[in-house]
């Protein structure tokens, strides 16, 4: 699996559709807007982001 920089997934347990980033530092985090604004998760590696994307997201 290959993470791609601005790529949609959704959680598969929430039903919420989050965006994939790559900040200038290599770390990977997802992206979520409601109606209060955007909201990011922790920034992990990209080897962490892709078993989190296997095990909880499809892209969409």
Do not use: A, C, P, Q
């Not at 920089?5 to 039903?15: E, L, P, Q, R, S």
């Not at 989050?18 to 990209?46: A, C, M, P, Q, V």
């Amino acid at each position: 699996m290959r993470l791609k920089n601005g790529d949609f997934y959704i959680n598969i347990f929430t039903n919420k559709l989050y965006r994939l980033n790559e900040d200038k530092d290599s770390s990977w985090y997802f992206s979520l807007r409601t109606d209060e604004g955007y909201h990011e998760t922790e920034k992990i590696s990209g080897r962490d982001m892709i078993r989190l994307v296997s095990d909880s997201y499809k892209k969409s």
